[in-house]
Every structure is written in structure tokens, then in C-alpha cells.
């Protein structure tokens, strides 16, 4: 340990933890080893589930907080939590009303901890901030080129996309959506919110009679690995605030406890989830086609496991694309691994094309919610509500979530701000607010497509969703009087291992997929390695007991960072380790686990990943567009049962043919991406040359 | 309650003036990437964080101010635009006031130590601390030689790779325990110094939520380096920045009759 360069401070950091738990060694000053007594088989060390007050070792530590006065608190610096604050803020400026506004994020700096690259429709920011042009959001790349496919181990079947298809993306924009989130963080700061990166949000605090929410603690620092006082320990602080609103995104561990609490689930379905996985490559030069929007179902999953990819072709300078892959959580086989099925679904022929030649420069995961209206909860509860993701509002063949956490977030601000204002301790006004509002027609008019999945028990899979969504909800458009349940949580729906076949993955070439530690890798997380581990368990002993011998410990194969590892220890049996420092915050484990033994609580705060979304400062980000031609043509429209040929201003930039109403118009109504189209000519009856496209 | 420290106090207190150097770098578990003109590394977007030898030198201002062997810390960083989070980390650790040197980003890339040693020297001439503690490297570039550079610019004793910082025996100076390639060895130094932190002089405390909002109040000044009169022309020119060459695949043997013919076919053994 003498020599300190960074190489050495990440070899050091990542190697102890591994060796404090498995072998009890810790390093002195010196560099000597020394043996410690064999660790108890205590997996467990964290103090949410080992009461401080009755442990010797805290006997004479102060556990007093210091506390703070605000308004609101707003936990969650994402979408959902941030649009919350700056509606709330620019409420207070029309109605002259003054509020501290605080917004805790755990990530070291918003838009951290955001999984960059996403298709966002502009809705719920148009109706935030309608200036947001000129405000410089980050919305750089408009969808250009929309395709559906169907792959098949071999081949790749187009679909048909036709307008009004919950896929079909023309109006929305590609972006990055860290970077969206820290330009909304810093919107929020002009507006004079308070925004604190890098603190967890990890208590709830209740009045005295315990009725209701009172505010949230802050996490405690300095606690040692086996759950003792370190000397930097200090208490984190209180927050008390007249409502609380919780911005946590998919499965939140606060919302997870209030949900529980105050049963905001009773009458309604449980929530169901799928994994998403997102990689960020840079592509050739070549296979680049800017603001092209993929998306696909099939290969390699098997049609009884819910999934789909997309490739979002950005447009911000760099060729850059993101992948991604969804798997359902609700699939069945404990051998099957999300994160290789996304792997090999790299080698399909049709993806490689695209990706050969490039590069993968980022790697993240995230659970994301897919139950609808069936499965949003009660939104509020006495001194606050929940919003986004948290409640779920993800649209899920559209696989959009973020207009809908915007809109409920300035929602959730209106009624919050309203009962403030009376004196009400619930904003009740909320709930009601969101099933007038536009996302509540649009969530109610897909419920029915996820679960249609499941149709005849499942045996169609995901044959039988598109039949669903393409016989009946092409017409029906949600109106069909029926609602299809989900059919129970996710993680009850894993079968012992027992009755299911090992699967077989194939190794990773290091070119187009990569192997689970050298992902993780890229995702930059990182934690405190002396620090109890933030994923508790209930009961240490049920991991060897029933995961692993019923299901064959499926947390080794759902975890996204390799964070569950059975060990094989010096008598033969196993025992799980679990490598906290590697946890990129996704929250499957907390999901997926058949016993629901995990419980994930929020580590110190500033830790976790670095996904770089954050807002680029350079000048090479905005390059003017290349204009190659400009001119008017005459195109043949339809509108209103008329058809006819209108003069239109057309500019060519980039491949893209855009189509502009008039000469002055600002903004194209109509966006071609050229090599994805063919020209033919037709002479028609008068003998003026028509192309169509 | 927040309690806030009363200025008057501070300055009827006695001890030493500790001026501490941080350096905002990318943080220590990001994956680095090149970028792909070979230039340097992908520095935009990255989470960056303070050097961790400059938390801990960070540490040891604010714990000698807690013993009183120091009155005032004062943190300085002489970077980017942003290098004033670092230095409001810095304050939320304890010190007392910082002092941002701000580089224009056209000459950020070219900034080298002996810049940062000169722009130091010139601030110590007009800030006169008793100690200076910077970190012993920066984990971007590894050079260590800002603390040595610095140390001979204003012709004061230095005390790199310091594990311990304690008063000498007669309290007239500072005992520097230093970590070499030997082992240890322990050398006295007259105040003013310039003293370089190591990994072991001590585990950084944690910058919690009250002491950052206590940090916002705390004065941070700005200076550049024209009004400093330093001029920064690089004095070396990076060619090209690389990844290390990917390891090849290494050969196992059976036994030790194996071993020596592969040596022999390499021609190491003969």
C-alpha cells in the first residue's frame, strides 16, 4: 500500500471489501496483515435492522439531529421531483406566496444517477416551461425515422408503424436525458429552490401520533462495515416540512415503506416491473443516422418472456447511439440472466450491422415500472404524495415515462401548493387532478397491452400482445370496456429451479458484448467500502436456505452489477456475499426476490453511479447544420377528406429532408430521414415528372 | 440548531495560518476514457470530485485547527469555473474561507504544476500563512511537484509525504513523520513550511448536509492569473495520450521440463 498512485487507490478500494468479508484481513498503517476473529455469518450490519440503541458498541454516541424548517421536501432530483419544484416555485411568484422549497438528491450532482438516452415527448416540459428553447433544454435531436421490428434468430420482419401506434415517435426528441435532468436542476435553482446533491433522503418522520408524515431524516455517515461507530461518524439531519413529495423513480425505498405504511396499494394490483438495460455507444461514421428511432421485439427472448430493445440515434456532434433492452420481471426461469440475454441480443445480425465498428462507452440499468393504471396506488397520504415513477407512470408500449413524471410532478405541485395553503395536511386534490389530466387517458387507453401478454395463460406470449394491440386496441384505442390484471406481483411468479432448464449464454466476444464486471466498470459506481451494506436482508439465513436451494439463487443472474455472489466457503457450503460497492441503484433485487428478503435502503449519499449525462460545457456540442439545399417543392396532402398538391419550403440538411408550412415558418411539420426512403418516378397524365417517396 | 462561527473569534485566536491546496480532478472510480483524437481524456460530463490527497490535507487544517495548533485555514484551488465546488467542499469540511484562482478553459488543458507553483507562491506573498498543505499528487497526472516546486519558489522548508504533523519537542516547530522508501523518517522543520499529505496522515471526515449549508455563507474570493502576474505558457507539449496496450493473453505449462524449452524457444535462457 506505499505506492498511491489512482491505479492503486482503485485496486486498494475495490480489493478490501472482498477481503474484509471473506477472510477477516484488514491492512495497518504499515502495510502489514493482520488477522482479525472470523467474521459472524452476519450479512446484515445495517442499522435500520439492528437497533443502535441496544448495540454496546453506540452506548455513548450522541444520536441527536440537528433539524431544518421547510415547506415542501422534495425527495428525488429527477423529472418528476424536479418539474414538482419548479411549478411549485413559479406558483409562489404568480400568487405571491413565499415556500422553502428543498429537493434532497442522493446522487453526487443531478442527473447522476439518470440513465442517459431516451425518446422524450416534449408534453409534460412544453407545459412547464413553454419557453424551454430559449431556456436551452438540451432537446437536440428530433425523431427523424421510426421503425418497428419483429427479430427472429436469423431475421429482422419489419412492422408496420401506423400514426397513433403507441410507437410511433414523430414529435418527440432524442436526448440524453441526465443531461435534460441537470438543465431542469438548474432551472429549479434560478427559481430559488434548494437543491442538495450528494444527500440520501433515508428516514420518513412522523408526528408525534404517528398519523402522519412530519418531514425525513438525512442518512447517517461514518458507520463502519460491521455496524460499528467510525470516528467520522455523524448524524444526518431532519428536515420537517409541511408536505412531503416523493420523486424516488421506479420502486423507491421511501415509497416502498410510506406504500406499506399507510396501504396505499389496498383495492389496486401490485406493481409489476421490468429491467431495462442501456448501453451508449459511439458508432462508425457510417451506420450513424441522426434522430433514426428503433425499436423491436423477438430474439433472444423466448416468447414467453416479455421484452424489447430500441436504438435512439442521437444528434448532438458525436455519432452516439443508445441501446437498450427491456426484460419483463415476471418471467418465470430462475437461469435466465437480463443482462445476457441483452448481450447476446447484440449478435443478432441485424443489430450488429449497426453496431460493428463501434465503441460502448456507457453502461447502466434500471427496474422500470410497467403496471399502469392497474397498479398506481393511492398517490397521497397525511403530509404528502408520491409522483412519476414512484407511483408508476410509465406508458409501457410507448416505453415513455418521462411526460407523464413531469406532468404529475406539476400536478402534485398544484395540489400541494393548494393545501398548504388551506392548511390540509393530505393534498387530496392531487389524486383527482391526475385522472382529469391527459396522462390518465393516455395510461388508461394502453393498460390493456402489457398484460394482453398474458393472454391464454401466457402460451401466446408475445405473439399474443401484438395480435392484442394490433386487432383489437388499433380500434378500440383503450375504449374496450374490459381491464386484464397483471396477474400477482413479479416475484411470485419465479418457479423453484427445479422445474426449469439451465440456460446456456455464450461467452462475450469483448467486440459487440461484454462481460457483467467490465459493464459495471463503465457505470463508474462507486461506495464507500466501510459502510454497512445497503442491501439488508430481513433474515440472513434465508438466501442459503431457500434462494439458493429452491431457486438456485436467481440473484446472481438478475442483479444488473454482480452485487450477489454465492461463495463457496472452506467446508463446502455457500454462503452469499454481497459486494454493495458494485450496486448501480436499479432496485431489482428489491423486486425480483421470490422471498422479498431484500430490502434496499439508500446508502451514504453521493455514492452510487456516475452516468454521464451531465450538460456538456464544450463548443463542440452545437455545430450549425450544414445546409445543402433549399428550395420549394410541391407535395400531395390530404386534410380533411380533401386531397391536392401544396407548395412547401423544403430544406435539405444532413440526409434529412424537412418540410417547413410556409418560408418562415420556425418550426418543420414534417421530417423525412432520406436513405431510409426510396424514389420513384411517375409521369402522370398532364406530363409533369412526380417522385414519390 | 446551526451554530455559526463567530468572525471576531477566529481572529483573537492564536496559532498557526494554514493555507491548503485542492485540485478538482475526475473522480477516482470513473472509467476513463481517451478521446479519440489522442489528445487527451474525455473530460465533459465526467463526475469530477477533490483529489483525495487534498481531502486529506483538507482534514489536517481543520483537525490542527480543532487541537489549536492552527487559528485559520484557508482552502485555495486554482482551476475551471467549477473548481468552486471543490472549494465549497473544502469549507464544508471547516475551513474558514477559500480562494478560487480562475483559469480560462483555452488554457486549463495546458496548465502544469510549475503554473500552479508560481500563482501559489505569488498568492503565499500576499496571504503569508505559517503551513502550506497541499496533497503530495494530483491523480490525473501523478506528478507530484507542486509541493517541491513551491517549497523552492519561496526558498521555505518542505516536509513531503507527510503521515503525521505534530509540534517538535521545543513547540517551536513542526515534527513531519514522512513516509519513504525505507520506511519512515521523522525530520523537524521551521514554520513557515510547505508540508505534502500522504494516504495515511488521516481518513477524511464526511462534508454533511448542515456543514454544507453553513459552507454557502463562508467567504470565497476570486482571482486571476494576469492579476497575480503569472503567465502561463506551457512549458511542455503533451503528443498524444494512449490507453495502456491491452494485456496478450498469457501460455500455461505442465511442467517444469515445459517451462524451460518455452524459455529456451524465446531465447531467454540458453
Known amino acids: 500500500?506505499?505506492?498511491?498512485?489512482?491505479?492503486?487507490?482503485?485496486?486498494?478500494?475495490?480489493?478490501?471489501?472482498?477481503?474484509?468479508?471473506?477472510?477477516?484481513?484488514?491492512?495497518?498503517?504499515?502495510?502489514?496483515?493482520?488477522?482479525?476473529?472470523?467474521?459472524?455469518?452476519?450479512?446484515?450490519?445495517?442499522?435500520?435492522?439492528?437497533?443502535?440503541?441496544?448495540?454496546?458498541?453506540?452506548?455513548?454516541?450522541?444520536?441527536?439531529?440537528?433539524?431544518?424548517?421547510?415547506?415542501?421536501?422534495?425527495?428525488?432530483?429527477?423529472?418528476?421531483?424536479?418539474?414538482?419544484?419548479?411549478?411549485?416555485?413559479?406558483?409562489?411568484?404568480?400568487?405571491?406566496?413565499?415556500?422553502?422549497?428543498?429537493?434532497?438528491?442522493?446522487?453526487?450532482?443531478?442527473?447522476?444517477?439518470?440513465?442517459?438516452?431516451?425518446?422524450?415527448?416534449?408534453?409534460?416540459?412544453?407545459?412547464?416551461?413553454?419557453?424551454?428553447?430559449?431556456?436551452?433544454?438540451?432537446?437536440?435531436?428530433?425523431?427523424?425515422?421510426?421503425?418497428?421490428?419483429?427479430?427472429?434468430?436469423?431475421?429482422?420482419?419489419?412492422?408496420?408503424?401506423?400514426?397513433?401506434?403507441?410507437?410511433?415517435?414523430?414529435?418527440?426528441?432524442?436526448?440524453?436525458?441526465?443531461?435534460?435532468?441537470?438543465?431542469?436542476?438548474?432551472?429549479?435553482?434560478?427559481?430559488?429552490?434548494?437543491?442538495?446533491?450528494?444527500?440520501?433522503?433515508?428516514?420518513?418522520?412522523?408526528?408525534?401520533?404517528?398519523?402522519?408524515?412530519?418531514?425525513?431524516?438525512?442518512?447517517?455517515?461514518?458507520?463502519?462495515?460491521?455496524?460499528?461507530?467510525?470516528?467520522?461518524?455523524?448524524?444526518?439531519?431532519?428536515?420537517?416540512?409541511?408536505?412531503?413529495?416523493?420523486?424516488?423513480?421506479?420502486?423507491?425505498?421511501?415509497?416502498?415503506?410510506?406504500?406499506?405504511?399507510?396501504?396505499?396499494?389496498?383495492?389496486?394490483?401490485?406493481?409489476?416491473?421490468?429491467?431495462?438495460?442501456?448501453?451508449?455507444?459511439?458508432?462508425?461514421?457510417?451506420?450513424?443516422?441522426?434522430?433514426?428511432?428503433?425499436?423491436?421485439?423477438?430474439?433472444?427472448?423466448?416468447?414467453?418472456?416479455?421484452?424489447?430493445?430500441?436504438?435512439?440515434?442521437?444528434?448532438?456532434?458525436?455519432?452516439?447511439?443508445?441501446?437498450?433492452?427491456?426484460?419483463?420481471?415476471?418471467?418465470?426461469?430462475?437461469?435466465?440472466?437480463?443482462?445476457?440475454e441483452f448481450q447476446q441480443f447484440k449478435h443478432h445480425p441485424h443489430v450488429a450491422a449497426a453496431l460493428t465498428g463501434g465503441k460502448r462507452i456507457g453502461y447502466g440499468a434500471r427496474a422500470l415500472n410497467e403496471g399502469g393504471v392497474q397498479s398506481l396506488p393511492k398517490l397521497t397520504f397525511p403530509g404528502g404524495c408520491l409522483v412519476g415513477c414512484t407511483a408508476g407512470m410509465i406508458n409501457v408500449p410507448k416505453v415513455k415515462g418521462t411526460h407523464n413524471a413531469m406532468k404529475s410532478g406539476s400536478l402534485a405541485a398544484e395540489a400541494v401548493h393548494e393545501a398548504i395553503g388551506s392548511g390540509e395536511i393530505e393534498p387530496a386534490t392531487y389524486e383527482e387532478a391526475l385522472r382529469n389530466s391527459w396522462v390518465y387517458k393516455e395510461l388508461h387507453s394502453v393498460r390493456n397491452i402489457r398484460p394482453s401478454f398474458h393472454l391464454l395463460n401466457g402460451r401466446l406470449g408475445m405473439f399474443g400482445g401484438m395480435a392484442y394491440t394490433g386487432a383489437v386496441w388499433y380500434f378500440t384505442r383503450g375504449r374496450e370496456p374490459w381491464t386484464f390484471s397483471h396477474g400477482g406481483t413479479d416475484h411470485e411468479k419465479l418457479l423453484p429451479a427445479k422445474d426449469c432448464k439451465p440456460k446456456d449464454y455464450p461467452k462475450p466476444d469483448n467486440v459487440l458484448s461484454f462481460d457483467l464486471l467490465s459493464s459495471v466498470a463503465l457505470t463508474s459506481t462507486n461506495h464507500d467500502h466501510d459502510q454497512p451494506p445497503h442491501l439488508t436482508l430481513y433474515d440472513d439465513s434465508v438466501p442459503g436456505q431457500v434462494n439458493l436451494s429452491v431457486y438456485d439463487g436467481p440473484e446472481q443472474r438478475f442483479c444488473p452489477a454482480g452485487v450477489y455472489e454465492y461463495v463457496e466457503l472452506d467446508d463446502g457450503s455457500k454462503r452469499l456475499q454481497i459486494n454493495a460497492q458494485n450496486c448501480i441503484h436499479c432496485k431489482t433485487c428489491d423486486i425480483k426476490d421470490p422471498t422479498q428478503n431484500i430490502n434496499w435502503v439508500t446508502p451514504q449519499g453521493g455514492e452510487g453511479p456516475a452516468y454521464n449525462g451531465i450538460l456538456i460545457m464544450t463548443t463542440e456540442l452545437q455545430k450549425s447544420p450544414q445546409v445543402d439545399m433549399k428550395g420549394f417543392l410541391l407535395r400531395y396532402e390530404t386534410f380533411k377528406g380533401r386531397s391536392g398538391w401544396k407548395k412547401r419550403w423544403a430544406v435539405l440538411c444532413d440526409f434529412c429532408l424537412y418540410l417547413y408550412k410556409e418560408q418562415t415558418s420556425k418550426e418543420c411539420f414534417y421530417a423525412l430521414l432520406l436513405p431510409n426512403s426510396r424514389v420513384t418516378q411517375s409521369h402522370d397524365s398532364s406530363g409533369q415528372y412526380r417522385s414519390s417517396i | 440548531y446551526i451554530h455559526i462561527i463567530n468572525k471576531a473569534d477566529m481572529a483573537a485566536s492564536k496559532g498557526l495560518k494554514i493555507l491548503v491546496g485542492c485540485k478538482r480532478v475526475i473522480d477516482y472510480a470513473v472509467k476513463v476514457r481517451v478521446k479519440p483524437d489522442r489528445s487527451g481524456v474525455v473530460t465533459e460530463g465526467v463526475k469530477h470530485s477533490m483529489n483525495p490527497f487534498d481531502e486529506i490535507a483538507v482534514e489536517e487544517a481543520v483537525r490542527m485547527k480543532e487541537k489549536k495548533l492552527a487559528g485559520e485555514a484557508v482552502a485555495i484551488s486554482v482551476g475551471p469555473p467549477q473548481s468552486q465546488e471543490t472549494l465549497r467542499t473544502a469549507l464544508a469540511m471547516g475551513i474558514d474561507r477559500a480562494i478560487h484562482v480562475e483559469i480560462p478553459l483555452a488554457q486549463l488543458e495546458k496548465l502544469q504544476p510549475i503554473h500552479v507553483s508560481k500563482l501559489l507562491a505569488k498568492v503565499c506573498e500576499s496571504e503569508k500563512p505559517d503551513l502550506v498543505i497541499l496533497g503530495k499528487q494530483a491523480i490525473d497526472d501523478d506528478c507530484n511537484q507542486t509541493g517541491q516546486m513551491l517549497a523552492a519558489l519561496l526558498d521555505w522548508p518542505q516536509a513531503t509525504f507527510a503521515s503525521k504533523i505534530e509540534p517538535s519537542q521545543d513547540s517551536k516547530q513542526l515534527r513531519v513523520t514522512r513516509e519513504v522508501d525505507g520506511g519512515l523518517e521523522t525530520i523537524d522543520v521551521s514554520v513557515p513550511a510547505v508540508v505534502t499529505s500522504d494516504l495515511r496522515l488521516n481518513e477524511p471526515r464526511y462534508a454533511t448536509l448542515p456543514n454544507i449549508m453553513k459552507a454557502k455563507k463562508k467567504p470565497l474570493a476570486k482571482m486571476s492569473p494576469d492579476q497575480l502576474g503569472v503567465d502561463l505558457q506551457p512549458r511542455q507539449e503533451v503528443i498524444s495520450v494512449e490507453d495502456p496496450p491491452v494485456r496478450k493473453a498469457g501460455a500455461k505449462v505442465e511442467s517444469v521440463e515445459d517451462l524451460v524449452g518455452k524459455l529456451r524457444e524465446k531465447g531467454l535462457v540458453k
Request: net charge negative; charged share 20%.
Open chain 1, 1 to 340: 500500500m506505499l505506492s498511491s498512485s489512482r491505479a492503486a487507490l482503485v485496486a486498494a478500494a475495490a480489493k478490501l471489501p472482498r477481503l474484509v468479508t471473506r477472510y477477516g484481513y484488514c491492512t495497518t498503517a504499515a502495510g502489514e496483515r493482520q488477522q482479525q476473529k472470523p467474521l459472524s455469518p452476519k450479512i446484515t450490519t445495517h442499522p435500520t435492522r439492528n437497533d443502535r440503541a441496544k448495540d454496546p458498541r453506540w452506548k455513548d454516541i450522541d444520536m441527536t439531529r440537528a433539524a431544518d424548517e421547510a415547506d415542501v421536501v422534495i425527495v428525488g432530483g429527477g423529472p418528476a421531483g424536479l418539474s414538482a419544484a419548479c411549478r411549485l416555485a413559479q406558483l409562489n411568484a404568480e400568487k405571491g406566496t413565499e415556500m422553502r422549497i428543498v429537493v434532497l438528491e442522493k446522487a453526487s450532482s443531478v442527473g447522476a444517477h439518470i440513465m442517459s438516452g431516451a425518446c422524450l415527448d416534449p408534453k409534460g416540459l412544453v407545459e412547464l416551461f413553454p419557453d424551454w428553447q430559449e431556456r436551452g433544454a438540451p432537446l437536440h435531436t428530433p425523431v427523424t425515422g421510426d421503425k418497428f421490428y419483429m427479430l427472429t434468430e436469423k431475421r429482422a420482419i419489419p412492422l408496420p408503424l401506423l400514426p397513433g401506434m403507441p410507437m410511433h415517435n414523430h414529435g418527440n426528441y432524442i436526448v440524453r436525458l441526465g443531461n435534460v435532468v441537470a438543465w431542469l436542476g438548474e432551472q429549479a435553482e434560478s427559481l430559488g429552490v434548494e437543491v442538495y446533491p450528494g444527500v440520501a433522503a433515508a428516514e420518513v418522520l412522523y408526528t408525534e401520533d404517528g398519523s402522519a408524515v412530519k418531514g425525513v431524516a438525512t442518512n447517517d455517515v461514518g458507520i463502519a462495515k460491521d455496524g460499528s461507530p467510525k470516528d467520522s461518524f455523524e448524524r444526518g439531519m431532519e428536515f420537517h416540512c409541511k408536505q412531503l413529495i416523493i420523486a424516488e423513480g421506479t420502486h423507491g425505498h421511501l415509497a416502498k415503506h410510506l406504500i406499506n405504511r399507510y396501504d396505499l396499494r389496498a383495492g389496486r394490483e401490485p406493481q409489476t416491473y421490468g429491467i431495462g438495460f442501456k448501453e451508449l455507444w459511439e458508432l462508425s461514421e457510417d451506420r450513424w443516422r441522426p434522430g433514426y428511432v428503433e425499436h423491436g421485439v423477438g430474439w433472444p427472448l423466448d416468447s414467453g418472456t416479455y421484452g424489447g430493445y430500441f436504438i435512439y440515434h442521437l444528434n448532438e456532434g458525436s455519432p452516439l447511439a443508445a441501446v437498450g433492452f427491456v426484460v419483463g420481471l415476471d418471467y418465470s426461469n430462475p437461469y435466465l440472466s437480463p443482462f445476457h
